[in-house]
């Protein structure tokens, strides 16, 4: 007997459904750890390299390659170009995230996507990271992201959907950061 996988936006909704059956049944399968190391090279240029983490109540080992990702700074803030800054990509992870949980829960509500591109922007005030007016944010002052939907489920459902991002939830509440140093 030849069966189909039940497929929506490109989410396999059967798989999904047996999952989340099964952080129900076993609610510490839903811990995950992700983690990153990363290099520095020379002024603001840095390379990360991912490739394990903790998933599913064990280590995962399903990864074959190593994904890197560079960051670096263009010239005009004294890098020389090579990457994107680290603020693109966290606008990169944003736009990805939302993308990606709204489609997800779509799927799972038996909600069609038939297209989804977004666009980021995030506005940054040097004074704040130059040190020069500590009441100013070193970080983003806010971000606007208009997301592109093409679907028959209305603004509000594709909006709330969206929201389910752990990005999101990164950016929108504080989440704690530990700083250690070795020597």
């Known amino acids: 007997m030849i069966t189909t996988a039940n ?10 459904v047996e999952t989340i059956g099964a952080v129900q049944q076993n609610p510490e399968l839903a811990k995950f750890e992700f983690r990153s190391k990363n290099d520095w090279i020379e002024g603001g ?13 064990q280590e995962d080992t399903s990864r074959q390659e190593t994904f890197s990702m560079e960051c670096d700074h263009p010239n ?7 990457a994107a800054t680290p603020p693109e990509v966290v606008l990169h992870a944003l ?7 709204m489609t997800y829960h779509a799927a799972a509500n038996g909600i069609d996507i038939e297209s ?11 004074h704040g990271f130059l040190g020069l007016k500590p009441e100013i944010r070193k970080g983003f002052d806010g971000i606007k992201v208009v997301l592109k939907v093409k679907s028959d489920a209305s603004t509000e459902q594709l909006e709330n959907l969206a929201k ?7 950016i929108t509440n504080p989440t704690p950061v530990s700083i ?3 020597k």
């Open 7 to 16: 497929v929506k936006n490109g989410v396999n909704v059967d798989q999904l």
């Open 45 to 57: 240029h840095c390379v990360s390299n991912i490739k394990s983490f903790y998933g599913v109540g």
């Open 76 to 82: 005009v803030l004294l890098g020389k170009d090579k």
């Open 95 to 101: 736009g990805s995230c939302l993308t990606a949980a």
């Open 116 to 126: 989804a591109e977004s666009t980021l922007e995030g506005g940054v005030d040097l």
């Open 164 to 170: 389910f991002s752990p990005v999101f939830d990164m």
């Open 180 to 182: 250690e140093i070795i």
